[in-house]
């Protein structure tokens, strides 16, 4: 372990030397000496460090310490320079590879029990995270936004989180980051709902668009997107900031700016002005977005690992997974319907969805699929679901048209083309179209639109397919008329 040989001499000769710390005699320039002198003991200590001195490791700490103390008396006072004094006090945790300790009740993923931990990543359980808690505006607006108009959000933003944590958090931990990083943007990118969608096209429970998706192997086709999936996503997010690290000299809320507002806006402005993002030339530099953005995620990672100190109670569930065997074949929302919600005040529709991620809420799942499904859910589903009038009323209401049906489709006739192959001719049009199709277990009518080139809403005109949801099942004919293909 070695510490930056160049930061203290970088904080000596530019923030603590200048005329502004020495020239008036006044309890502001008195405290700048005692931080200049604060960081000349660091500084002293470090280089003992190097050379073996392992009793300077105490040292260090006692000047961080005082270094803290010092800070927090230039913020009662009303003309000490804030920006400067927490612009070096940061400075210092981010390029010290001193070890920090973690908060304590972060539970078995916290970041001290991650190893190869950077040292950027250190804020997340660091004085230095504390203390913008304490004095940093943006951060301070952000954790009361979480904790008050979006309180629910975050809440429901948890409880979607842990039922997925088995699959998320690990890949967290094997790329040597902590777990509240991912849950603070998970958190602001999607609220844990996996199949969100943004206007501009980024998919997933951390919103990921297609291009940078299958540069970190997120590859989509038909009838699966794997951007929705939870555990690649996360792999693929941890992938993403251990790059944008790499390259930002380990600047935590450049990073997180990165993976807003784009990684070639992230390098160039850290090129041209340095990494510290509060500072006014580099914060002012970044949209108004992602200005939101940083603190939003680092106040929900904050709130991960301190919620309770802000009155915030979480649901005590029981979020230990397990594998659900389907007896017979069924649909998410029929499932939904069926299983109730005796463990799950909003349903299981939700988790269900987040981690199964790859069928759709009406689309047919074939007997003798497994899916992953809570612990909990599994009696339920036995006692609920296999069969009986709730499993009944389920599958009705599932199927219940949602309008009236005023129309039928034109007859459908046999005809033979001067071929002599059997075709398809409807009464309405005379547009041929040879064969028919009969639909596969785990297909969806997207998925035979989009592979058969057809147009949606002639397919399920002809075919009679009920509103909203357009069911199709294992087995059924499907009459491909209007199809190029």
Same mark, same amino acid.
């Given at each position: ?57 105490? &040292?260090?700490?006692? /000047? ?12 009662? #006072? ?51 995270? *504390? ?24 809440? *429901? ?9 088995? #699959? ?6 094997? /790329?040597?980051?902590?777990? @509240? ?16 969608? =943004? ?20 590859? =989509? ?12 996503? /996360? ?7 251990? *790059?944008?690290? *790499? ?46 953005? &940083? ?5 929900? @990672? ?14 005590? #569930? ?81 199927? @219940?048209?949602? &309008? ?82």
């Amino acid at each position: 372990m070695r510490i930056n040989p160049m930061f203290v001499t970088i904080l000596l000769a530019g923030a603590f030397s200048g005329s502004a710390f020495a020239a008036k005699p006044t309890r502001e320039g008195l405290l700048y000496g005692q931080i200049d002198q604060t960081l000349k003991i660091y500084q002293q200590a470090r280089d003992l460090y190097e050379t073996g001195d392992d009793s300077q490791l105490a &040292v260090m700490n006692k /000047a961080i310490e005082d270094l803290e103390d010092q800070a927090n008396q230039c913020f009662k #006072l009303k003309a000490c320079s804030k920006t400067k004094v927490i612009s070096a006090y940061e400075q210092l945790i981010k390029q010290s590879d001193m070890p920090v300790s973690a908060p304590a009740g972060a539970g078995a993923l916290a970041p001290q029990n991650i190893p190869a931990l950077g040292t950027t990543i250190k804020l997340l359980g660091s004085r230095n995270l *504390e203390l913008l808690t304490k004095y940093n505006e943006p951060m301070q607006a952000a954790i009361a936004n979480w904790l008050t108009v979006n309180r629910g959000f975050f809440l *429901e933003s948890w409880e979607n989180y842990h039922y997925m944590r088995y #699959l998320m958090a690990p890949e967290y931990e094997k /790329a040597g980051l902590p777990e @509240a990083l991912l849950f603070g943007m998970m958190t602001k990118e999607s609220g844990g709902k996996v199949h969100s969608v =943004s206007r501009a096209g980024a998919a997933g429970p951390l919103q990921f668009m297609p291009a940078t998706g299958r540069r970190f192997k997120l590859d =989509s086709g038909p009838g699966y997107d794997m951007r929705y999936d939870p555990q690649f996503a /996360a792999r693929a997010n941890a992938q993403y900031m251990n *790059e944008r690290f *790499e390259e930002l000299n380990r600047s935590l809320e450049m990073a997180i700016a990165g993976y807003n507002g784009g990684e070639g806006r992230a390098r160039r402005i850290y090129g041209e002005r340095g990494g510290d993002f509060w500072q006014e030339n580099v914060y002012t530099e970044w949209p108004a977005e992602t200005r939101d953005y &940083v603190p939003a995620v680092l106040a929900a @990672a904050w709130l991960f690992l301190h919620g309770s100190e802000y009155g915030l109670t979480y649901p005590k #569930l029981d979020y230990s997974p397990a594998s659900l065997t389907l007896q017979r074949a069924t649909t998410i929302n029929e499932l939904t319907i069926c299983l109730g919600n005796p463990h799950n005040q909003s349903g299981w529709f939700r988790v269900l969805r987040n981690l199964n991620p790859h069928y759709e809420p009406g689309q047919y799942i074939a007997q003798g699929i497994v899916l992953r499904a809570p612990k909990k859910l599994v009696a339920s589903y036995q006692a609920n679901c296999v069969g009986g009038s709730r499993s009944e009323q389920a599958k009705m209401l599932t199927q @219940a048209r949602k &309008v009236p049906v005023f129309f039928r489709p034109p007859p459908v006739v046999p005809a033979v083309t001067s071929e002599g192959e059997l075709a398809v001719v409807t009464a309405e049009t005379g547009q041929k179209h040879n064969g028919k199709y009969i639909v596969k277990p785990g297909e969806t009518l997207m998925m035979i639109t989009r592979t058969f080139e057809c147009d949606l809403s002639r397919l399920i005109k002809v075919n009679d397919l009920a509103p909203p949801n357009y069911i199709i099942q294992p087995g059924q004919e499907i009459m491909l008329i209007g199809c190029k293909k």
